[in-house]
Every structure is written in structure tokens, then in C-alpha cells.
């Protein structure tokens, strides 16, 4: 059974950084697209930032962008999002999923196994 575990959330303050894992259990990375997604109360899923482990290519969110960097360790089949200069914007539950595409608008597509989510907390 394939799984996608989360890791790294906690409470920060404006400014500090956090590093959220996601470990996967059961499938590879191989040929995948792995991305981080966001939720804040009382708003949409967004997507934050994908990797696609075929090429390395990325995808950012225009909000996150030169404060979040997405990276992959193949050989532990882990993805890892460095979130520096955080703000009380960035608060929400990070989730973690796997998909087949890249895409630049909603970062990726096919979307088939998620995470159960990590809490990033902001205070200002």
C-alpha cells in the first residue's frame, strides 16, 4: 500500500525558517511528480511547489518564490521543502502528493496519493 508521510511543520515566527519532509512508502519516485500543496482556513488548495524526478524540473508559486526551494533525495525517496523568511501568510496544512505532470499553473497533474498533512504555524 503506497504512502506519503509528512514531516517538519511546527510553529515558527515571521522571518524563521522550517524544512517539511515527505517519505514515501510503497512506490518510488521514479518517473513522478512530487509536490508540496498548502491549505489555510477558510481557503483553497494551492499548489506550492512541485519537483518532477524525470528531469528535476521545478515549479514555484509566485508567492513563495526565492523564499522556498524543493529538493529531492532519490536514493531515500524523500522530498524536502526549505521555507525561509516565512510569513504569517504561509500558515496552513502542507500536504505532500504525487502526480504524473509538471504544470506550471497548478503545479501537477494526477494527482493519485496525498499525505495527511503537516501544520506550519507563522506568528508575527
Known amino acids: 500500500e503506497a504512502h506519503l508521510v509528512e514531516s517538519g511543520g511546527g510553529l515558527v515566527q515571521a522571518g524563521g525558517s522550517l524544512r517539511l519532509s515527505c517519505a514515501a512508502s510503497?512506490?518510488?519516485?521514479?518517473?513522478?511528480?512530487i509536490g508540496w500543496f498548502r491549505q489555510a482556513p477558510g481557503k483553497e488548495r494551492e499548489g506550492v511547489s512541485c519537483?518532477?524526478?524525470?528531469?528535476?524540473?521545478?515549479v514555484y508559486a509566485d508567492s513563495v518564490k526565492g523564499r522556498f526551494t524543493i529538493s529531492s533525495d532519490n536514493a531515500k525517496n524523500t522530498v524536502y521543502l526549505q521555507m525561509n523568511s516565512l510569513k504569517p501568510e504561509d500558515t496552513a496544512v502542507y500536504y505532500c502528493?504525487?502526480?504524473?505532470?509538471?504544470?506550471?499553473?497548478?503545479?501537477?497533474?494526477?494527482?493519485?496519493?496525498w499525505g495527511k498533512g503537516t501544520l506550519v504555524t507563522v506568528s508575527s
Open positions: 519537483i518532477s524526478f524525470s528531469d528535476g524540473s521545478t
Open positions: 502528493a504525487a502526480g504524473w505532470v509538471l504544470l506550471s499553473t497548478t503545479c501537477s497533474g494526477g494527482l493519485d496519493y
Open positions: 510503497g512506490f518510488t519516485f521514479e518517473d513522478r511528480v
